[in-house]
């Protein structure tokens, strides 16, 4: 499927810093929730992820990311997640966090 480039656009993915990292035992694959600072205009965000392959929590406090900050909330079991963190998925069904080279500032847009 091919998107137009105004599709593109309006997908709004931002970077973010990880501020909190929470075991979520009621997911039915294993995942964190995650507590993300996108800066001031988009503020902090909650979501869970599927990233306990490859990282354990405290690998994940203070690291950037990126993440689609314009879906639609959605309710995963008690827990509503606001934004979509990025990555690559392996075959194993392993992710690689997407993320910037160099620490920048929170919220600024990919493009």
């Given at each position: 499927?091919?998107?137009?480039?105004?599709?593109?656009?309006?997908?709004?993915?931002?970077?973010?810093?990880?501020?909190?990292?929470?075991?979520?035992?009621?997911?039915?694959?294993?995942?964190?929730?995650?507590?993300?600072?996108?800066?001031?205009?988009?503020g902090i965000r909650k979501t869970s992820a599927q990233i306990?392959?490859?990282?354990?929590?405290?690998?994940?406090?203070?690291?950037?990311?990126?993440?689609?900050?314009?879906?639609?909330?959605?309710?995963?079991?008690?827990?509503?997640?606001?934004?979509?963190?990025?990555?690559?998925?392996?075959?194993?069904?392993?992710?690689?966090?997407?993320?910037?080279?160099?620490?920048?500032?929170?919220?600024l847009r990919i493009g």
């Open positions: 499927m091919i998107l137009t480039w105004s599709e593109f656009e309006r997908v709004d993915m931002r970077v973010g810093t990880i501020l909190e990292v929470n075991d979520f035992p009621e997911a039915r694959k294993p995942a964190y929730q995650l507590t993300i600072d996108f800066g001031p205009e988009i306990t392959q490859r990282y354990q929590k405290g690998d994940l406090l203070n690291r950037q990311l990126v993440a689609v900050v314009n879906f639609p909330k959605k309710q995963i079991g008690k827990f509503m997640s606001e934004c979509l963190v990025l990555g690559a998925v392996g075959s194993a069904g392993d992710v690689i966090l997407l993320a910037p080279d160099f620490k920048i500032e929170n919220g």
